[in-house]
């Protein structure tokens, strides 16, 4: 079924974009994320390397890379409200953890289904936080060390690591006049 031009045309100026990229943030706003990303990244590393690093449990998951920049640089966006973080990256591992273990041999189909029911259910649980779609894959596509974890791989690296970072981003966020977090809790 062919398109017509003016769908064609319709379909393409959409991706034009609806406006101009919003102006660069403060320097004492950089500062301030800088600082709480090094801080609550610090926290969950030093843990994970220096007390768990003997032992078959990790703290440190490739996610909360992308989740520091939502709950130190982006405070205010409803994807790193305490909700959201918690709550997106905890349900996210428990559905990557369940398509590991009804697909452990297909791997494209777990990966698959975990990023996409991943973010089903935290669109109908209300809890969208972008990293738990990677958190939802790391449970997939992790190291043997992961899957042995099974479903504790939601509370051990996931829900204690967001803890950790959750209290880091309560203490700094709050330090400056200028600065609130969170926005709401529930």
């Not at 703290?59 to 997106?88: D, E, H, T, W």
């Not at 349900?91 to 089903?120: D, R």
Request: aromatic residues 12%; contains cysteine; charged residues 10%.
């Amino acid at each position: 079924m062919a398109l017509d031009e003016q769908t064609k045309r319709s379909f393409f100026s959409k991706m034009k974009g609806a406006s101009k990229s919003p102006p660069m943030v403060s320097l004492s706003e950089i500062g301030w994320s800088w600082l709480g990303a090094f801080l609550g990244i610090t926290a969950v590393s030093y843990i994970n390397f220096n007390i768990l690093g003997n032992s078959d449990f990790v703290l440190m998951i490739g996610s909360f890379g992308a989740s520091a920049v939502l709950i130190y640089g982006a405070i205010k966006s409803p994807f790193a409200q305490p909700r959201n973080f918690i709550g997106g990256h905890v349900l996210s591992a428990i559905v990557g953890v369940t398509c590991y273990k009804i697909f452990p041999s297909q791997m494209w189909l777990a990966s698959s289904l975990a990023v996409a029911t991943a973010i089903a259910v935290m669109h109908f649980t209300k809890t969208s936080h972008p990293p738990g779609g990677a958190t939802s894959l790391i449970a997939v596509i992790g190291s043997a060390k992961i899957h042995s974890l099974g479903y504790l791989y939601a509370l051990i690296p996931v829900g204690l690591g967001a803890v950790i970072m959750l209290v880091v981003a309560l203490l700094v966020n709050n330090i400056p006049k200028n600065r609130r977090y969170p926005e709401f809790w529930i």
